[in-house]
């Protein structure tokens, strides 16, 4: 039975790679709700001084509560529970049900982490780490539907009734720039 979630992971895990895109599909779904805030950051500059505005927006979906911004809008991708993508990131969540197999319940987050890096190997994924409630690995993979590599933040969950695993991925080039925003995001979730 472990192996046959393990093979289910792997398949789920390679659809997430390939089908890493820019498609938008703005139709929200009923059991979806929303929220918005308004934070603001003062960025003092030699010259003058800016007040950058962000709003945050808070998604709910299948069990999944994620405070992303207002940039995303809730997309779709074959084999996922939920996406949500922006202009230049991608998120990208599976919920995988205890209900698959027998004893998956009692698997820990360490153990499920370990199989979605064993299922990455081919990506020379980092080892997973402990953030929080949550863990954390990164690799890159190169889409050549697209031409692009990108960089995924993968993060790991263990909730009441599930595992899940939410992707933030973004291009290679712009990891700097995203990165604090992703494990910002990542810390948001609830399952």
């Known amino acids: ?58 998604f709910k979906s299948n069990g999944l509560t994620i405070t992303l911004t207002e940039d995303f809008v809730k997309s779709s991708q074959p084999g996922y529970t939920v996406c949500y993508d922006s202009k230049s990131v991608a998120v990208i969540a599976l919920k995988e049900s205890f209900s698959l197999a027998a004893g998956i319940k009692d698997w820990t987050l360490e153990y499920y982490a ?50 899940w695993t939410i992707q933030f991925a973004c291009n290679v080039n712009e990891i700097a720039q995203h990165k604090s925003d992703m494990m910002k995001w990542a810390d948001s979730v609830r399952v």
Do not use: Q
């Open 114 to 163: 370990d199989l979605i890096k064993s299922n990455n190997a081919a990506n020379s994924p980092t080892n997973p780490k402990k953030v929080g409630n949550y863990m954390v690995m990164e690799y890159t993979f190169y889409n050549p539907e697209t031409k692009i590599t990108y960089h995924y933040y993968t993060c790991m969950y263990k909730g009441s009734d599930a595992f």
């Open 1 to 58: 039975m472990k192996r046959f979630l393990a093979i289910l992971i792997l398949a789920a895990t390679l659809i997430a790679m390939v089908s890493c895109n820019d498609s938008k599909d703005k139709k929200k779904d009923e059991k979806e709700t929303e929220t918005t805030s308004t934070t603001t950051n003062d960025t003092n500059d030699a010259e003058n001084e800016e007040v950058e505005t962000a709003k945050a927006k808070t």
